[in-house]
Structure formats: structure tokens, C-alpha cells
């Protein structure tokens, strides 16, 4: 398994600013991925963040709103930009490794926008 | 695109019972990935159990058991000895075997009481 933490833990925030969400993993990993849960909601895939190259987004995310940084094998860096209070949600990083390439969370980063 | 259902919103079970959640998928891939995740009220999301489609033999993990049955596209978990603490929103996610991230139903929210 992978433990994985991540700053800040919560954040209140006010609109039109912008947020950077740190996450770190304790061992190498390829792959890292960026989830957004809006409260009472299901994961939604934001992008995967491979080092060394751009990060990929899904479609509904931009990079201009959620850049994404992924400087070495065991961090990764992802910022809400210009937020309003709809990017209210709880932001998790998550890292696939290990045995059958099981993905693993972080704590998540609840994230209120007023 | 990969799409995984969760019928039941809530649900509830006593202690000590035994309580099945269902999960459904659609896919075109022969081989993939099928995953349970548990996310206990403000806490962090943790794997339950992971199914490899080419494996026949259903996964167990302690109280934990999946009947999975690939033709019918049916990944069912049963919680046996229901404690407590299994109080949470179980997700169900797939992941197929040529793709990165996992596809997430919009879980089930069980309470266990006693």
C-alpha cells in the first residue's frame, strides 16, 4: 500500500482566489490522480498527473482552473484557481502501486468557498 | 465509456447481520479491475476488496465478500457480522484494463445500528 498525505487538510477560502493543494506520497509512484467529490457526491476524475510530462484532464476541467504540477515521483502540487463557491467540494489525491496496481487515496482536502 | 451503477442509495442493517450492496457495470473489455471502497462520515477512503475479472474464484477479506458474476456484469458486496464501524458510503469502481483512473458509482450509504 501507499500512504499518502495531503495540505492543506481543510481550507476556507473566499471567491475569486486561488487555492494550491499539496499531496505526498512515501514511495515512487508513476501514476497520480486528482479527484474532486462535490458534498454528497461521487469521485470525479480532474486529471492524472505523470512526472515528467503535462497532465492529462478529463473533459469539464482545464488546466487554467485546476493547473497541476508533478516536479518528482512522490509529490504533486494541484491549484484551484479563481474559485467560486461551486468549487466548494473535498479534493483527494490518489496514487496507483503495489500488487494488481490497486489505487489508493489521500485524506482529501475540503475545500469551502464563500 | 465505462459506466458502473449503484441501485441503492441507503441502507441499513443491525449489527451482527449480514447485508449485501449491489453494484452493476457496463463494459466492452474482457479483462479489467472491479474495486469496493469504503468512506466512513469525514474520513478517508479506503480500499475494501479488488476483484480481477479474470479470475473466476470470488474475492474475500475477512467479513468482507464479493459474488462476482462477469456475464451478468454484477459485482455484489456482502458484509457479514455488520459492526459499527462499517458505518460509511461503500463505492463500487471499475477499472478497465487499458485505462488509468477508476470509474466510481455514486455509492450507497449504509448504517449499521445496533
Known sequence: SAVISQKPSRDICQRGTSLTIQCQVDSQVTMMFWYRQQPGQSLTLIATANQGSEATYESGFVIDKFPISRPNLTFSTLTVSNMSPEDSSIYLCSVRTGKGETQYFGPGTRLLVL | ?114
Open chain 2, 1 to 114: 465509456a465505462q459506466t458502473v451503477t449503484q441501485s441503492q442509495p441507503e441502507m441499513s442493517v443491525q449489527e451482527a447481520e449480514t447485508v449485501t450492496l449491489s453494484c452493476t457495470y457496463d463494459t466492452s473489455e474482457n479483462n479489467y479491475y472491479l474495486f469496493w471502497y469504503k468512506q466512513p462520515p469525514s474520513r478517508q477512503m479506503i480500499l475494501v476488496i479488488r476483484q480481477e475479472a479474470y479470475k473466476q474464484q470470488n474475492a474475500t477479506e475477512n467479513r468482507f465478500s464479493v459474488n462476482f458474476q462477469k456475464a451478468a456484469k454484477s459485482f455484489s458486496l456482502k458484509i457479514s457480522d455488520s459492526q459499527l464501524g462499517d458505518t460509511a458510503m461503500y463505492f463500487c469502481a471499475f477499472r478497465g484494463n487499458s485505462g488509468y483512473a477508476l470509474n466510481f458509482g455514486k455509492g450507497t450509504s449504509l448504517l449499521v445500528t445496533p
